[in-house]
């Protein structure tokens, strides 16, 4: 069941609205939003951060530094083979 809700909002001067409270903390969890222009009418999507835990040990790698000096790391994966 998809339920609508609508209610009216004042834009200040600046452009910006206020979304209630309770949106926010069901829908928009982090902080950023995307905003559609369709042709007569804005819409509001929530960005959601990207689970970067999918790409942990998913690639191999034949390196000889010892991961616990970033910067000799950091060179290495820069470099031309």
């Known amino acids: ?24 903390e069901k ?4 902080n950023k939003v995307l905003l559609r222009l369709k042709e007569d009418s804005i819409e509001i999507i929530p ?6 835990t999918k790409y942990f040990d998913s ?4 390196i000889r530094t010892d991961l616990s000096d970033w910067k000799s790391l ?3 994966l820069h470099e031309i083979r």
Do not use: A, T, Y
């Open 1 to 24: 069941m998809n339920k609508s809700l609508e209610i009216i909002r004042e834009v200040d001067k600046q452009g910006r609205l206020v979304l209630p409270k309770e949106w926010r």
């Open 27 to 30: 829908i928009i969890k982090g």
């Open 47 to 52: 960005v959601k951060r990207p689970d970067l």
């Open 59 to 62: 690639i191999e790698m034949d």
């Open 74 to 76: 950091k060179r290495e």
